[in-house]
T-cell receptor, first 112, second 113 residues
């Protein structure tokens, strides 16, 4: 069946390091793709999105490009901060009714 | 401020008991969702409701029940038939079908003791 696969964590980085979290998906067609972030003890927040191939989503210094050739949506940030410590979920839209499919999540830990 | 309120934040249940998790939103959103989160796994859809008095099973509905009597409220009951209920439960809503408009509650952590 359709799936979303992202790299396992935890990913531990020093402050100001470069962050990449890989995400690939399998699906029929070209679903909208999202990155959600979950800070400790909280619900999820939308970080960025891309609704069609070659779209680049960006927010708070994070970027991800929708690559249909490789069915990927990798998340990147050039210089992470301690406040970026969180769990990041790669997500695809399952249908036009708002249902989502989540990757397993990648925990990111940024140390001073 | 508009948002989703889930209560309680922590809930303990004895084996064989039913418990109900509350989810209330004041965003005037039509659609509401319940997801379950387990360590090392993504969120999985339990139930969803697109409109008042109507709801649909998600991927893991067995052992759960819901109601949608009011637009603002979508309570989830974890029944004794749920074999492994210990998890983090998240409620969400959207105003239309645009998934980027999701608003999540802060979750309820249920533990079976």
């Amino acid at each position: 069946g359709d799936s979303v696969t992202q790299m396992e964590g935890p990913v531990t980085l020093s402050e100001e390091a470069f962050l990449t979290i890989n995400c690939t998906y399998t699906a029929t067609g070209y679903p909208s793709l999202f990155w959600y972030v979950q800070y400790p003890g909280e619900g999820l927040q939308l970080l960025l999105k891309a609704t069609k191939a070659d779209d680049k989503g960006s927010n708070k210094g994070f970027e991800a490009t929708y690559r249909k050739e490789t069915t990927s949506f990798h998340l990147e940030k050039g210089s992470v901060q301690v406040s970026d410590s969180a769990v990041y979920f790669c997500v695809r839209a399952r249908d036009s009714w708002g249902k989502l499919q989540f990757g397993a999540g990648t925990q990111v830990v940024v140390t001073p | 401020d508009g948002g989703i309120t889930q209560s309680p934040k922590y809930l303990f249940r004895k084996e064989g008991q039913n418990v109900t998790l509350s989810c209330e939103q004041n965003l005037n959103h039509d659609a509401m969702y319940w997801y379950r989160q387990d360590p090392g796994q993504g969120l999985r859809l339990i139930y969803y409701s697109q409109i008042v008095n109507d709801f649909q099973k998600g991927d893991i509905a067995e052992g759960y029940s819901v109601s949608r009597e009011k637009k603002e409220s979508f309570p989830l009951t974890v029944t004794s038939a749920q074999k492994n209920p210990t998890a983090f439960y998240l409620c969400a809503s959207i105003g239309d079908r645009d998934p980027s408009g999701y608003t999540f509650g802060s979750g309820t952590r249920l533990t079976v003791v």
